[in-house]
C-alpha cells in the first residue's frame, strides 16, 4: 500500500514530542508527555489499518468499501484506557502535591544511599561480633545454655520456650 | 502408597485444630498416622525381600508427561520403616516434650508432620522430577522447624542457612536430575539405575546430583549447617538431622550407586568427602561441650561413614551400610531424645555443669548408654554389627581398587576409634559422676514413662537387632544384590564371624577411642594448639557478605535514582536496536502520496503546531489546552479516516480529560518551574527526535508493508451472522474479540480504584455527601430539602451549599434542562450501538460527561444527589454483568461470551431481536460510568471536601503520614 506523507510525519512529530515531555522532572508534563504518546500511538495503529474508507456499519456502507474494522476496536479501547490511566497518574499528581508540596519526580533517595555505600554491605553483622547466644552453632563450638525469649523488641514476649 | 502420602497432608492439615482441641495430646493422635504407616510398609515385607517391588502410578500433568510413580523395593521399605516409625515415636515425645501452654504447637505439630509425609514421599517417589519436588518440601520443612517461631536471630540465621545451602544443592541436583534422564531416555530413577545413559552429559549430572546430596547430607565442605541447626527443638534434631532428613542423601547416594557408581568421578567425590567428613566431624564432637552439639558433630562423622558405604557400588559394603543407616537412626534418635529428657529435666546441657545424673535418672542414663554403645560399635548391639560387616567388606575387596579400598578402611577404622572416643564422652558427660564440676545441675522433675517410652523402643530395637541381625539379611540382600560382589563370597549380617580380621578392628576402634577418652586432656590440650582460625562456617558468611557487597555495588551502579535517566536509557536501547534493523532490513515503501485528502493535511498541520507550543508552554492550564487540541484533531483524523465510533469516544475522551485535569490543577501552581539544565534539555531533545524519526519511519514501512488480505476481511460477515449486530466495531468489542474487552474493562476497574485510593487514604471511598437538611451547612439561607429533587424556586437541589460567589444561574439552568436529556441520549447509544455509532463506552462516557455537569454546577453536594450510590457498587456491578453475559453463553449451548441471538415478537413492540452480548456492552456502561464517577468522587469532591473542612489528609487519631 502507498504510504501518504501525513501520516508518519504527524507520528513522529508527536512522538518526538511526547517523549521530550516524557522525560521532564515535573509529573504534569510526563503526564502531558505519556498523553501525547498515547494520540501519537492511536493515529500509528489507524494508519497501518489501510486506507481510509466508509465507516464499517452495514447498511451504511458496502463491505468492500469500508474501513478496517480491527484497528478501529483497538484504539477504541486504548482511547478510553489513556482516559483511566491519566486519572491515575493525575491522582499521583494530586497526592504528591498534598503530601509534599512537589509534583516532580525527584531522585530516588534510596537508591543515592545504596549508591554512596558500595564499600559497605547490607548484612553488617560478624558472627565474632554477636553476643553468645546470637551466634550460629558451629561457629564457636557453643550453643546458648538457656535460650533467651526473644531479641526483638517490639514483639510481645510469650512464653519461654525450652 | 499414595494413600499415606494423603493421609499425611490431612494430618498436616488437621494438626492445629487438633491441637487446639487437646493441646499436647494431639501429638499421640497424630503419632497414629506415621505409626499406621509403619504397620503397612513393613506388613509388605513379603513382597520386596526378593528384589521384587510394588508400584503405583497415577496420572498428574499428561501434557508434560508427568506422573506420580510411587515404588516400594528393598531400599525404599528400609527407609520408609526408618521415617514412619521413627516419626510416630518422635510424635508420641512430643506430647511431653511441649510446654501445655507453649504456643506455637499448633504450628509446629503440622509442620512436623508434613515433614513425615514429605519425607515418606521422597523414599518412595520414582519419578525424577518428583523426588526433586518432595527433596524441596523437605528442606522448606526443616527451615520452617528450625526457625521456630522466628524470634530468635540464632536460630533465623541457622534456618536461613541451611535453607540457602540445601536450596542451592537441590538446585543443582534438579539440573543433573534433568540431565541424567535426558541422557538415559527415561524420567524413572528404576530405569535409569537399570540403564544408564552415557557421555558428557551423563557425567555431569551426576556430578550435580552428588552436589544435592552432599549439601543435605551435610558432607565436608557444607557441613556446617548440621551443627547450626541444633537450634531446632530436640525431636527436631532427633528426627530430622538425625534420622530422617539428612539421610535423604544417603538414600540417593545409595538409590543411584547401582547404575551410577561407574561413572567417572563418582568414586572420587564420594570416597573423599565422606572419608573427610567422618574424621572432621569425629574431631570436632571430640571438644564440644554441649551434649546436642557433640551429637551434631557425631551425626556429621556417621553420614560420611554412610556415603562411603553406600557410595563404594559393591554389594558387601552395601549391605553394611544398610545395616549402619538402620543402626544410626535408631541410636541417633534415642541419644538426642535422652538429651531432651536431661534438657527437660535439668535445663541445662552442658556437660561442664552436669554431674551425677546416672545415679539420679537412672532409666535415662541405661537408654543413653544403650544407644552410646550403639555407636561405638559395642558387641552386641546393631551398631557393631554393622560396623564389623563394612570391615569385613573392605579387608576382603569392597572397592575394585585394592589401594584405595586400603586407605578406606584405615580411615574408617580411624572414624570408628574417633566415634568411640566421642560415644564414651557423651556418657561420661551426661550421666558420670565429675569431680571437678563444683556446683553440678541437679535434675528438678523426674521424666514420665511417657516421656521416655520413645527413647526406651529406640533403644531397645538397637540392642534387640544386633542379636536378630541374620533376620535382617533378607531385606538388606534385597538392596545389595543389585551391586556388583567384589569379594569371593557375600558376608552375612551377624554377630559372630569367628576369629577374623574385622573383629580385631572392630576391638582396635573401641581401644582407640578407649583411649582418646583416657588421654581427653592431653586430646583437649592438642585440639586446642592445633585450632585455626578460619573455619567453613566463617567462609560461608564471607561468601554470603561478599554476595552482598557485590549487589550492592551492582544496584549503586546501574540504580542512580532519576527516573528520567532511566527512561532515557530504555530510550537509547530502542533507539539502538529496532533502529539498526530498521535502518538496515526494513523493506521502504518506493512511492508516496502526499495526503488522503486536503483537509487531513490541514487538521495534520494544527496538531503538529499544537504539540510544537506544549514544549514551550510552561503555564500549566495553556499546556493541557494545547495538549487537548492534539486530541481534538485526532478526532477529526478518525472521522475523516472512516471511524465514526473513534471520533466520538475521542470527543468525549478528550472532554472529559480536560475536566479532570482542570479538578487537579487548581490546586497546583499556575506555572511549571523548570528543573533542567539546557545540557539536559539538549539530550533530551536529541532522543526526542530520534525516537520521533524512528517511529516516523517505522509507521511508513508498516503502512509499505501492508500487502495481505487481513485478518479483519470477514469480520463484516461474521458481524451480522453470528453477532447479530451491524455496527463491526462495535460487535468486534462484545462479542468478536470480548475477551480483550473484558480484560480492558477489567483495567479501567483497577485505574478507579488505584485514584480513590490514591485521594482516600483509609477506605476505598467516604460516604456519599448527600444533603442533610439538619446540618443546614448552606449559603443560600435556607434549609435544602432532601431527596434529590429540587425544591420550587431553584433550579438544582444542592447547588445552594456553594457560596454565592461560585454559583452561575446560567450553567445551573442548562444543566437542569440538558441533564436528564443526556443520559437518555447516553441509554440510546449503549442501545443503538450494536447497529449504529455509540454502544457501552460511548454512552458510559456520555453519562459521565452528564454527571460532571451536575458537579460543575452544583458542587460536591449536587454530585451525591445525582449519583448516590458508591462508584464501587458501578464497577462491580458492571463487572459482575459482562462475566456473568460470558458465562451465560456457556448456559445457551454456546462457548464463553459468545453471542446468543434471541428472536420473539411481543405484543406491544412488535419483533424483538434480542442480543446478549448487550448485556456485556451494559457492563462496559456501567464501568465506563462508575470509572468517571470515581474520579468525580475523589478528585472533586472529596478534594472540595477536604479544602472546605481544612483537613488536608483524612487521619485517624493514632496514625502518621510518613513524608
Known amino acids: 500500500m502507498t504510504p501518504t506523507i501525513v501520516f508518519p510525519v504527524l507520528i513522529g512529530g508527536l512522538y518526538a514530542a511526547g517523549i521530550y515531555l516524557l522525560l521532564d522532572r515535573s509529573l504534569t508534563r510526563v503526564l502531558l508527555g505519556f498523553l501525547l504518546l498515547g494520540n501519537a500511538t492511536n493515529l500509528l495503529l489507524l494508519s497501518t489499518g489501510g486506507p481510509g474508507g466508509m465507516a464499517p456499519i452495514l447498511g451504511y456502507s458496502e463491505p468492500e468499501d469500508m474501513s478496517d474494522p480491527l484497528p478501529q476496536a483497538l484504539i477504541l479501547t486504548a482511547i478510553v484506557i489513556t482516559f483511566g490511566v491519566a486519572a491515575f497518574v493525575l491522582a499521583m499528581i494530586h497526592r504528591s502535591w498534598r503530601l509534599a508540596r512537589n509534583e516532580a519526580v525527584s531522585t530516588d533517595e534510596e537508591d543515592r544511599r545504596v549508591a554512596a555505600r558500595s564499600a559497605t554491605d547490607a548484612d553488617e553483622l560478624d558472627p565474632d561480633e554477636l553476643a553468645p547466644e546470637d551466634r550460629p552453632a558451629g561457629h564457636a563450638d557453643s550453643l546458648p545454655v538457656r535460650r533467651i525469649p526473644a531479641d526483638d523488641v517490639d514483639l510481645p514476649v510469650t512464653g519461654v520456650e525450652r | ?963
Open chain 2, 1 to 963: 502408597m499414595l494413600a499415606l502420602l494423603l493421609l499425611h497432608l490431612a494430618a498436616a492439615a488437621l494438626a492445629p485444630l487438633l491441637v487446639r482441641w487437646w493441646g499436647r495430646q494431639a501429638f499421640l493422635a497424630l503419632a497414629l498416622v506415621p505409626a499406621a504407616s509403619f504397620g503397612w510398609i513393613v506388613s509388605r515385607l513379603g513382597s520386596v525381600t526378593d528384589g521384587g517391588d510394588l508400584r503405583e502410578t497415577v496420572p498428574w500433568i499428561p501434557t508434560l508427561d508427568l506422573e506420580i510413580v510411587l515404588r516400594l523395593d528393598a531400599l525404599a521399605l528400609t527407609l520408609a520403616a526408618l521415617v514412619t516409625g521413627v516419626g510416630a515415636l518422635v510424635l508420641v515425645y512430643c506430647a511431653r516434650y511441649v510446654e501445655p501452654d507453649a504456643d506455637g504447637t499448633g504450628r509446629f505439630a503440622g509442620t512436623l508432620t508434613a515433614f513425615a509425609g514429605a519425607m515418606l514421599g521422597l523414599v518412595l517417589a520414582d519419578d525424577l522430577l518428583l523426588l526433586y519436588v518432595f527433596w524441596e518440601l523437605t528442606t522448606v520443612f526443616s527451615f520452617l522447624l528450625i526457625g521456630g517461631d522466628g524470634r530468635r536471630l540464632a536460630a533465623r540465621r541457622a534456618a536461613s542457612q541451611a535453607l540457602v545451602l540445601t536450596t542451592a544443592g537441590g538446585l543443582a541436583m534438579l539440573v543433573g536430575l534433568l540431565l541424567i534422564g535426558r541422557a538415559s531416555g527415561t524420567h524413572l530413577l528404576s530405569e535409569v539405575v537399570s540403564k544408564p545413559g552415557s557421555g558428557t552429559a551423563m557425567v555431569a549430572g551426576t556430578l550435580l546430583v552428588l552436589a544435592g546430596a552432599v549439601t543435605k547430607s551435610a558432607m565436608v565442605p557444607f557441613h556446617f549447617w548440621l551443627p547450626a541447626a541444633m537450634e531446632a527443638p530436640t525431636p527436631v534434631s532427633a528426627y530430622l538431622h538425625a534420622a530422617a532428613m539428612v539421610k535423604a542423601g544417603i538414600y540417593l547416594v545409595a538409590r543411584l550407586a547401582p547404575g551410577l557408581a561407574d561413572q567417572p568421578g563418582w568414586r572420587p567425590v564420594v570416597l573423599g568427602l565422606g572419608a573427610a567428613t567422618m574424621l572432621v566431624g569425629g574431631y570436632r564432637a571430640l571438644r564440644q561441650t554441649d551434649l546436642k552439639l557433640l551429637l551434631a558433630f557425631g551425626t556429621v562423622s556417621q553420614l560420611g561413614f554412610l556415603v562411603v558405604l553406600m557410595g563404594a557400588g559393591s554389594r558387601e559394603l552395601a549391605a553394611a551400610g544398610l545395616a549402619m543407616t538402620l543402626a544410626h537412626a535408631l541410636f541417633k534418635s534415642t541419644l538426642f531424645l535422652t538429651v531432651g529428657v536431661i534438657d527437660h529435666a535439668t535445663g541445662t546441657r552442658d556437660l561442664r555443669r552436669l554431674s551425677g545424673l546416672g545415679r539420679e535418672l537412672p532409666v535415662v542414663a541405661v537408654i543413653g548408654c544403650l544407644g552410646a554403645a550403639s555407636m561405638a560399635g559395642v558387641p552386641p548391639l546393631l551398631g557393631f554389627v554393622g560396623k564389623e560387616a563394612a570391615f569385613a567388606g573392605l579387608w576382603d575387596a569392597g572397592l575394585p581398587d585394592r589401594t584405595a579400598a586400603a586407605v578406606v578402611l584405615a580411615v574408617l577404622v580411624l572414624g570408628s576409634a574417633l566415634t568411640a572416643g566421642y560415644s564414651a564422652r557423651f556418657v561420661w558427660g551426661a550421666f558420670a559422676r565429675k569431680r571437678e564440676v563444683v556446683e553440678p545441675v541437679g535434675a528438678d522433675s523426674r521424666p514420665g514413662a511417657l516421656f521416655l517410652a520413645a527413647p526406651a523402643v529406640l533403644a531397645l530395637a538397637g540392642l534387640l537387632a544386633g542379636p536378630a541381625s541374620p533376620l535382617l539379611e533378607h531385606l538388606v540382600a534385597g538392596y545389595a544384590d543389585t551391586l556388583p560382589l567384589f569379594a569371593p563370597e557375600p558376608e552375612h549380617l551377624g554377630l559372630w564371624h569367628g576369629w577374623q580380621p574385622a573383629l580385631a578392628l572392630s576391638a582396635v576402634s573401641l581401644l582407640g577411642g578407649a583411649a582418646l577418652f583416657a588421654g581427653r586432656a592431653a586430646v583437649t590440650r592438642t585440639q586446642r594448639r592445633l585450632a585455626v582460625g578460619a573455619s567453613a562456617d566463617e567462609g560461608y558468611w564471607n561468601v554470603v557478605q561478599g554476595l552482598d557487597r557485590l549487589s550492592i555495588l551492582v544496584t549503586g551502579t546501574t540504580q542512580r535514582g532519576s527516573l528520567p535517566a532511566y527512561l532515557g536509557t530504555i530510550l537509547v536501547v530502542v533507539l539502538a536496536l529496532p533502529g539498526t534493523l530498521l535502518l538496515t532490513r526494513a523493506p521502504w515503501p518506493g512511492e508516496w502520496r502526499a495526503w488522503d485528502s486536503p483537509v487531513q493535511a490541514l487538521v495534520g498541520v494544527v496538531v503538529l503546531a499544537a504539540a510544537a507550543m506544549s514544549l514551550r508552554i510552561r503555564q500549566r492550564l495553556s499546556a493541557v489546552l494545547v495538549v487537548g487540541v492534539t486530541g481534538y484533531g485526532l478526532a477529526v483524523l478518525f472521522a475523516l479516516q472512516g471511524a465514526p465510533d473513534l471520533a466520538l469516544t475521542q470527543f468525549l475522551v478528550e472532554t472529559l480529560t480536560l475536566v479532570t485535569f482542570v479538578l487537579v490543577l487548581r490546586q497546583l501552581p499556575k506555572d511549571i518551574s523548570e528543573r533542567h539544565r539546557p545540557r539536559e534539555r539538549l539530550v533530551r531533545g536529541v532522543i526526542a527526535v530520534g525516537v520521533g524519526a524512528l517511529m516516523a519511519a517505522a509507521s511508513a514501512v508498516a503502512i509499505g508493508a501492508r500487502d495481505a488480505p487481513p485478518v479483519s476481511a470477514d469480520y463484516p460477515e461474521e458481524a451480522y451472522g453470528f453477532g447479530g449486530g451491524k455496527n463491526i466495531v462495535n460487535v468486534t468489542l462484545v462479542d468478536i474479540r470480548a475477551w480483550d474487552t473484558l480484560g480492558e474493562i477489567s483495567l479501567l476497574v483497577v485505574a478507579a480504584t488505584g485514584v480513590a485510593s490514591l485521594v482516600f487514604l483509609r477506605r476505598r471511598t467516604g460516604a456519599v455527601d448527600r444533603l442533610d437538611p439538619a446540618a443546614g451547612a448552606t449559603h443560600g439561607g435556607d434549609t435544602p430539602a432532601g431527596g434529590g429533587r429540587a425544591p420550587r424556586g431553584r433550579w438544582l437541589a444542592a447547588s445552594v451549599t456553594l457560596p454565592p460567589e461560585r454559583r452561575s444561574v446560567v450553567l445551573e439552568v442548562i444543566t437542569r434542562v440538558l441533564f436528564h436529556t443526556i443520559l437518555v441520549f447516553s441509554l440510546y447509544l449503549l442501545f443503538s450501538g450494536h447497529n449504529e455509532p455509540g454502544g457501552g463506552f460511548a454512552g458510559g462516557l456520555v453519562a459521565g460527561l452528564a454527571l460532571v455537569l451536575r458537579y460543575l454546577a452544583g458542587g460536591r453536594y449536587e454530585l451525591g444527589e445525582a449519583a448516590p450510590v458508591d462508584p464501587g457498587v458501578l464497577l462491580g456491578a458492571g463487572l459482575l454483568f459482562a462475566g456473568a453475559t460470558g458465562a451465560g453463553g456457556l448456559f445457551l449451548g454456546a462457548e464463553v461470551l459468545q453471542t446468543a441471538i434471541l428472536e420473539t415478537t411481543l405484543p406491544v413492540l412488535g419483533d424483538v431481536k434480542l442480543v446478549t452480548s448487550l448485556f456485556f456492552d451494559m457492563g462496559v456502561y456501567l464501568i465506563v460510568v462508575g470509572l468517571v464517577l470515581d474520579v468525580l468522587r475523589s478528585l472533586g469532591a472529596e478534594v472540595d471536601r477536604q479544602e472546605d473542612d481544612d483537613d488536608p489528609i483524612e487521619l485517624g487519631e493514632d496514625e502518621v503520614v510518613i513524608r
